[in-house]
């Protein structure tokens, strides 16, 4: 009969424990997720003021001994024209 007492009391404490107290609070938790955002010295800079792309070489010279394939007029919309004289990627 000593068993049943400890039963009880081991599933009341279990059952208080469990729930609203495993997880952290609002206002915790929206701390740690701006505080991801800030920055931080030992991150990287960002490269705005680099004018070349560092890899922009690569489809030029993928294919050397090949010219680059063009879609017919046909085939491309007038304004994907357009965007693609504005980029100046098909020239």
Known sequence: ???????????????SSTGCSVFESGQMAMKKTFRSFRPRPHDEPEMIESPEDEWGFVFR?????????????WLVSDKAMMIKRNLGVDQ
Do not use: F, K, N, Y
């Open 1 to 15: 009969m000593r068993i049943r007492p400890l039963l009880t009391i081991l599933s009341v404490i279990c059952l």
């Open 61 to 73: 010279e993928g294919r050397a001994d090949q010219a680059i394939e063009h879609d017919p007029d």
